[in-house]
């Protein structure tokens, strides 16, 4: 590893992207205390981490069975799932994906609802279930506030998504309309849920201690097994016979109220700026594959800007928002040791020809930094969920491109984790596979049994 301290100019810009252990630990402590006014019946209203109830109170028994189709929305890829429960060790998951157009994503609800719409009813006649009464679980991955288990109003769009017309309203009502107005198959939404609540129960179904769901992919949140009598914004907080609840943070919004800002960057808030929800998903922006890209782009132009590096050497692509894709990032950390294959191979994309070793080294520094910090502010957010759960021995389910394709990103977490935690609990880092699909198909199975 280079390191960046032989880099002055870029040791300057990526010094304040450096936590210390101590800042991580005041972290720690912020995070805590939000997630506390985001639990409280007196203090949710003016919380800025939410801590939304699920209405999930139990993780999968092993039992559940039947046919299921699950929706994952909320991200990058939109997709339809067919899952079938049938025993233990056998899940049986199909599912097609389907690009959704830009326009989309800022378009009308209406619009959004119809295209799902037209989507399960083009999967369900391909599977030749058309005519069969499918019970339906919805992995909507924005921040929800849960009436029930099969309702769930938005409260804010996140990830680059603002369509028209859905907050403040029930999403499950919003599609089930849409399906309905086609009229041309028999689906019965039974469930919404987070992509967090989905991988925490995913994984449970296969590790018993699994007590926390994280995501690292376009964006960040994470959920974790709150006990009951915690749960102040639940009716039944204080009478439940359920002794536990699992609970979405919604964390990528803590800093929103300026908590965050003794570790911010300037990059930081320019990222804030350009973005189309400012002032909102700090701690988001700070950590997830939506934003580490342009991160690292934005560091490059300004060392450019200094001529610190790329000497005399142009380019346009670098200049143009949200080219550095966070996907490069990874490529460039996989570069053996004193090798620079791959980061070569992307500044040639970027239309940089004839960098030196001492360019890619630098850049492969900026791209540490950044995947560092990221992984740092993630650990305080576990090791955080560890201590108010007084969790000892815990598993935790992950899903999301970052975690899965960032070549040390797991080993980052152990790391910074293994130190926060100073050996007051154990764990392990777990990949969830298909939490979206197989956990919304567990959690409508709960629901379905529970209507009938
Ligand atoms: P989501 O469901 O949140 O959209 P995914 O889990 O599908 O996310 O991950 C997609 C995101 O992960 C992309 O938006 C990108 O930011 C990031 N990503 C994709 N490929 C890589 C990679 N090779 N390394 C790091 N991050 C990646
Ligand atoms: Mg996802």
Excluded at 136 to 150: K, R
Excluded at 384 to 401: E, R, S, V, Y
Aim: hydrophobic letters at 40%.
């Amino acid at each position: 590893m280079a390191a960046i301290t032989q880099f002055p100019a870029a040791f300057e810009i990526c010094k304040p992207f450096m936590l210390t252990d101590q800042q991580m630990q005041e972290i720690v402590v912020r995070l805590n205390k939000e997630i506390n006014m985001g639990l409280g019946r007196d203090t949710h209203a003016r919380a800025v981490v939410k801590c939304y109830i699920t209405h999930v109170h139990d993780l999968p028994s092993g039992n559940e069975r039947g046919r299921f189709l699950a929706l994952d929305l909320g991200g990058t890829n939109f997709r339809v799932l067919l899952v079938t429960l049938s025993s233990d060790s056998d899940v049986d998951i199909l599912s097609k994906s389907y690009v959704m157009d830009k326009s989309l994503l800022v378009g009308p609800g209406r619009a959004l609802f119809d295209f799902i719409a037209e989507c399960l009813s083009n999967f369900c006649k391909e599977q030749n279930i058309d005519k069969e009464e499918m019970p339906l679980g919805f992995t909507f991955s924005f921040p929800v506030q849960q009436i029930g288990l099969d309702k769930g109003i938005l409260t804010s769009w996140t990830k680059g998504f603002k369509c028209e017309g859905v907050i403040g309203k029930n999403v499950v009502e919003l599609l089930q309309h849409a399906i309905e107005r086609r009229g041309d198959v028999k689906i019965k939404i039974v469930a919404i849920l987070n992509d967090t609540t989905g991988t925490l129960v995913s994984c449970a179904y296969k590790q018993r201690n699994c007590r926390i769901g994280l995501i690292v992919g376009t964006g960040s949140n994470a959920c974790y097994m709150e006990r009951t009598g915690n749960t102040e914004m639940y009716e039944g907080y204080q009478t439940s016979n359920k002794p536990n609840m699992i609970v979405n943070t919604e964390w990528g919004a803590f800093g929103d109220n300026g908590v965050l800002d003794f570790v911010r960057t300037s990059y930081d808030k320019r990222i804030d700026q350009e973005s189309i929800n400012p002032h909102k998903q700090t701690f988001e922006k700070c950590i997830s594959g939506m934003y580490m890209g342009e991160l690292v782009r934005l560091i490059i132009v300004d060392l450019m800007e200094q001529g610190a590096i790329f000497k005399n050497l142009k380019s346009q692509s670098i200049y143009e928002k949200w080219r550095f894709e966070t996907s490069f990032i990874s490529e460039i950390e996989s570069d053996e040791p004193g090798h620079h294959r791959n980061c070569a191979n992307i500044l040639d994309q970027l239309g940089i020809r004839g960098a030196t070793d001492n360019d890619m080294q630098c850049v492969q520094a900026i791209c540490e930094t950044i995947s560092t910090r990221s992984a740092k502010l993630v650990s305080c957010g576990l090791v955080c969920l560890i201590n108010k759960m007084n969790a000892k021995d815990c598993a935790i389910g992950i899903d999301g491109g970052v975690y899965r394709f960032h070549p040390k990103y797991h080993d980052l977490l152990v790391d910074n984790m293994t130190k926060l935690l100073r050996g007051s609990a154990k764990f392990e880092l777990l990949l969830s596979e298909d939490g979206s699909g197989r956990g919304a198909a567990l959690i409508a199975s709960v629901a379905a049994s529970r209507k009938k």
